[in-house]
């Protein structure tokens, strides 16, 4: 597809600006990652099925690849069906046209004979094109439960991996690394007392320091204990 010629995406769907490869710790996720960065840029294996529990970081990486291929100036999709379900195997249409798509949340449609049909048909479409496809679910291709036997098998045609969590000391490291890439200085102790107090998961913990900046600019106070207890009630 000429990626000069812009496609408009008749959807409404929520991407974080702030979800890009620059700003996710790959330890442990490296062959993801590095398969993620050339399916944006067009090259290696055009199919890639990634998996893990809530949390790892999954929806991450496919916005990430999303905003890496239009960096690239390449034409780009990203869709959680989870999102879109109600709108039916539909929302595809058309969408083999891009050089890069992204289906997030796949398990949501899975058991929907409509669906598995559609997807079906679109992975042909995407390799009739020769363009890339990365899906993620919260779990491996034979554990979702797929009802259409050619569906499994087209979610196992290209490089499937896991998407493991992160241990704490690297959550600590990547929570004060955004923290600071904000102008947010947190001291030892208030990252120890937020990571006694909130969830560890990756997400629940770039939500709380949204909230966290977001009260500190407008009170115009820096992050401290007794700040954050007022703003959280911890």
Known sequence: MNSHIPFQIPLSVSLRDDARFENYDPQGNELACATLKSAARGEG???????????VGCTHLLQASYYKAQDLKRSAAYLPLDELELMGPAVLAGMERLDLVCLDNVQAVIGDAKWEEGLFHFFNRMRQEN???VMAAVGAPKQLGVKLPDLESRLNWGITCQIHSLADEYRRDVFVKRAAARGIELTDDVVKFLFSHSSHEMRDLFDL????????????????IPFVKEVTGM
């Not at 294996?45 to 809530?54: K, V």
């Not at 966290?212 to 600019?217: E, F, G, I, N, T």
């Open 131 to 133: 363009h890339h496809l």
């Open 209 to 224: 320091l949204d909230k966290l900046d977001q009260a500190s600019l407008s009170a115009k106070r820096k992050v401290t």
């Open 45 to 55: 294996e055009p199919f890639l099925y990634i998996w893990g529990d809530e949390g």
